[in-house]
Structure formats: structure tokens, C-alpha cells
T-cell receptor, first 114, second 114 residues
Framework: GENVEQHPSTLSVQEGDSAVIKCTYS??????FPWYKQELGKRPQLIID?????GEKKDQRIAVTLNKTAKHFSLHITETQPEDSAVYFC?????????????FGRGTQLTVWP | ETGVTQSPTHLIKTRGQQVTLRCSSQ?????VSWYQQALGQGPQFIFQ???????GRGNFPPRFSGLQFPNYSSELNVNALELDDSALYLC?????????????FGPGTRLTVL
């Protein structure tokens, strides 16, 4: 089955700096890669996703890059703010299929200091 | 558009008991997936229901079972509870053949087994 590795497990940055979280996956059939943000005691919220036919996607301060050959994808947050503090999860899946289970990484605790 | 809802919010049980958790999918979504999230971990896939049938199962024993109803709401049942079953149980709904595999999570049920 799919194996998703996520690094780092914790990340502390100063407000205004950039944050990068990296994930690798093992199954070349995976073609859909969402990122979720989970605040303490709350549900995971989808913040951005990318499909394998695209190398990069951006939404305001958040961007995701995908390297299919190397089987890795990354989340980039620019101009970080204290409200970005949360646990971030990457996931991999076979999209467009009824077998769309998500395989999650172990999460990254991001802390943004004012 | 109605979001994903779950009940109850919290539950305390003792070892050996049985529990039923409930999930209402987002309006129009025909697929519900259940995940177990232990403290400090990423969500782990339990199983998925697509149009009332189980459609994929993770590495969980048969004492974890489920149902999906004609209105696409779903139940997760766990028999013979063990201490390690203590976790946040999340359901996620999706419409995989239309919107790729975007999955939207409910707020979760926090289960504590004593």
C-alpha cells in the first residue's frame, strides 16, 4: 500500500518568514495530493490540493509543488502569520476513483511566533 | 450547502463495551470514509462506503463495522472496545467521480475507553 512520509515533525518560524513542509510517497499510482490544516480540537480542513498533471499550484500565501519523478511534494507558506499555527497533514490518494482512500503523513506542528 | 456533521461529540466507554458513531455527509455527497486519529498521529483509514456498500477497508479488525443509509449518512460500530480504541474518529464525505477525491471532514467524535 501507499506510504507517506512527512518532515519536519515540528517547525517554528518568526512571523513574516516562510515555512516549507515536505512529503514523499511510495505508490506511483497516486495522483491526488491534498494538504489539511488541523487546529487544536478541530476537524482537518482542506487548504490546498494538487493533481499529478500539474507541477505547482498557488492560492494567495500558500503554494504546493509536486515532483512525480522523485515522488515528493511540498507545501510552502509565505508571509506566515500567528494564525497559521496548527498541525499540517499531507496526504496521497488515487483521485477520480471510487477507491479514494487518503493516506496521511504524521503531521507537522507549525508554530509562528509574533 | 450543509457540511459534514457527526454525533456524539464525546463518548466515554469501558473495555468490552460496544459503541455506535454517526455521520451525516455533506449535501450531495455519496461517499463516506471513516478515519481513526490517535493523539499526535495522522488519520488512519478504517473503511469507505460508496452508495451503501463497503468500498475498501484499512488495516482494522472485523470488530470495526459500518453501514451507509440511502440518504448517504453512515454509522461506525466498534465491538469489544479496547483501550487502544481511544481516539478521535473522523468521517469525511466526498463525490469522487465528480470532484476527484476532495474529502471534507466532520468535527469528529472523541472516544475514550477506560
Amino acid at each position: 500500500g501507499e506510504n507517506v512520509e512527512q518532515h519536519p515533525s515540528t517547525l517554528s518560524v518568526q512571523e513574516g518568514d516562510s515555512a516549507v513542509i515536505k512529503c514523499t510517497y511510495s505508490d506511483s499510482a497516486s495522483n491526488y495530493f491534498p494538504w489539511y490544516k488541523q487546529e487544536l480540537g478541530k476537524r482537518p480542513q482542506l487548504i490546498i490540493d494538487i493533481r499529478s498533471n500539474v507541477g505547482e499550484k498557488k492560492d494567495q500565501r500558500i503554494a504546493v509543488t509536486l515532483n512525480k519523478t522523485a515522488k515528493h511534494f511540498s507545501l510552502h507558506i509565505t508571509e506566515t502569520q500567528p494564525e497559521d499555527s496548527a498541525v499540517y497533514f499531507c496526504a496521497a490518494s488515487i483521485g477520480g476513483s471510487t477507491l479514494g482512500r487518503l493516506y496521511f503523513g504524521r503531521g507537522t506542528q507549525l508554530t509562528v511566533w509574533p | 450547502e450543509t457540511g459534514v456533521t457527526q454525533s456524539p461529540t464525546h463518548l466515554i466507554k469501558t473495555r468490552g463495551q460496544q459503541v455506535t458513531l454517526r455521520c451525516s455527509s455533506q449535501s450531495g455527497h455519496n461517499t463516506v470514509s471513516w478515519y481513526q486519529q490517535a493523539l499526535g498521529q495522522g488519520p488512519q483509514f478504517i473503511f469507505q462506503y460508496y452508495r451503501e456498500e463497503e468500498n475498501g477497508r484499512g488495516n482494522f479488525p472485523p470488530r470495526f463495522s459500518g453501514l451507509q443509509f440511502p440518504n448517504y449518512s453512515s454509522e461506525l460500530n466498534v465491538n469489544a472496545l479496547e483501550l487502544d480504541d481511544s481516539a478521535l474518529y473522523l468521517c469525511a464525505s466526498s463525490l469522487p467521480l465528480v470532484s476527484y477525491n476532495e474529502q471534507f471532514f466532520g468535527p469528529g467524535t472523541r472516544l475514550t475507553v477506560l
